[in-house]
C-alpha cells in the first residue's frame, strides 16, 4: 500500500483547522485578525473585560438606540450570546447598524446558539433562531434590505463552524467581514 499519495500533515501541534482538514480532507478558512482601531462589544452592559466598550442594558437598548460610532469607524463588533434575544426584524437592523460603523474591512465576530440545539430552546427569551445558511441567505437576499436602502449588503461571511462540547449546547461561531 502507497500511502505518498495524499500531502502530508504534520500530527505536531494539532489544532482545529489540523483536524477539520484531516476529517472532511477541506480548508477552513483561517480566522481573520481585527485591523487596528476601535472594538464594540454589544450585550456587555458597559463591560471593559476584552478590551473594548461594551454595550447592553441598562445604558444601550437595541434598536431603541444606534451604536455609538461614526461610519466606518469600529475594527471589530463582538456579539457573543446577543443576536438570538433580538427578534428576525430587529437582528436584520443590527447587522445594518453594525455593517454602518465597520469600517471596510472590519470584523464582526459572533457566537450563537444553533437553532437544532437544545440551548437555543432553554432561554424564554430567546427571539430568533439561527442555523449554518442564516447569514448566507440573508446577505444574498434583497428581500432582507432593512429600510429599503437599495443597496447590496457589503457583509460577507467569511467563517462559520457549527460547535460544542455535547450536543445540546451547539453554538454558530463565526467572522462576518465588511467589504
Known sequence: MNFDNKPK????????EKLFKMGL??????????????????????????????L?????????????????SVA???AYHFMEHLTGEEAIQLLAEVERV??????????IPYAK?????QD???????????FR???????????NRGQPWRLRQHYLVIAGIVERNLCLLGQLVKE
Not at 465597520?102 to 457566537?111: K, V
Not at 424564554?124 to 442564516?134: A, D, G, N, Y
Not at 441567505?137 to 429600510?147: C, G, K, R, T, V
Request: charged letters at 20%; one cysteine or more.
Open 76 to 78: 471589530i463588533v463582538h
Open 25 to 54: 480532507d477541506r480548508n477552513l478558512p483561517a480566522l481573520l485578525d481585527p485591523k487596528e482601531g476601535p472594538s464594540i462589544g454589544l450585550g456587555e452592559s458597559g463591560s471593559k473585560r476584552w478590551g473594548h466598550m461594551g
Open 117 to 121: 440545539a437544545e440551548i437555543a430552546f
Open 9 to 16: 500533515i504534520s500530527l505536531n501541534n494539532m489544532n482545529f
Open 124 to 134: 424564554l427569551t430567546h427571539k430568533s433562531f439561527w442555523t449554518e445558511s442564516s
Open 102 to 111: 465597520l469600517m471596510p474591512g472590519g470584523i464582526f465576530q459572533f457566537c
Open 137 to 147: 441567505m440573508l446577505m444574498q437576499n434583497p428581500y432582507y434590505d432593512p429600510s
Open 56 to 72: 447592553g442594558l441598562p445604558d444601550w437598548v437595541w434598536p431603541r438606540d444606534n451604536i455609538p460610532a461614526k461610519d466606518d
